[in-house]
């Protein structure tokens, strides 16, 4: 597989989280914090989006019959707009975070596309301002293996 293969499994499996808003494959950044924001809202207009990036793919030759082993460490960052009179804290960690990761625990092949999947790391979980925004902010951590045929 390819790891353009793998992010779009991810990505898929993510949305599947009825709780999680618009989900990309890649890092957003736009020139205002205005344009990032709107890249973000759900349909209740709300800050609720996920991003999925590759954060390092440490490679070796251990897959015997000339192929490498790939892990693709990806790296799903989380917001969601925080209101403190609506406990969204425990909507975010629940819902959103635990509901990711459930997710993607129970789809260990993401999809069919790697051999292996390692268990979702919940790696940061804090608060963030984006712009003028205060939301609710975390990072999950999986491991994605594949193999390589190696080239003669």
Not at 44 to 64: A, V
Not at 110 to 119: D, M
Not at 123 to 138: Q, S
Request: hydrophobic fraction near 35%.
């Amino acid at each position: 597989m390819s790891l353009t293969a793998i992010r779009a499994a991810a990505a898929t499996i993510i949305r599947e989280v009825s709780a999680v808003g618009p989900v990309y494959e890649y890092q957003r950044w736009t020139n205002t914090w205005e344009k990032f924001l709107e890249l973000f809202k759900d349909a209740n207009n709300k800050i609720n989006g996920c991003m999925i990036t590759r954060t390092r793919t440490p490679e070796d030759e251990s897959g015997g019959s000339g192929q490498n082993v790939r892990k693709h460490e990806l790296k799903i960052v989380c917001v969601y707009g925080l209101k403190d009179e609506d406990q969204s804290e425990i909507f975010f960690q629940d819902s959103i975070v635990d509901g990711i990761c459930s997710a993607l625990r129970a789809k260990r092949t993401l999809n069919g596309t790697v051999r292996y999947c390692s268990a979702p790391s919940v790696e940061t979980v804090g608060h963030r301002m984006f712009g003028k925004v205060l939301c609710h902010y975390a990072e999950i951590i999986i491991s994605a293996e594949e193999m390589e045929k190696r080239k003669a």
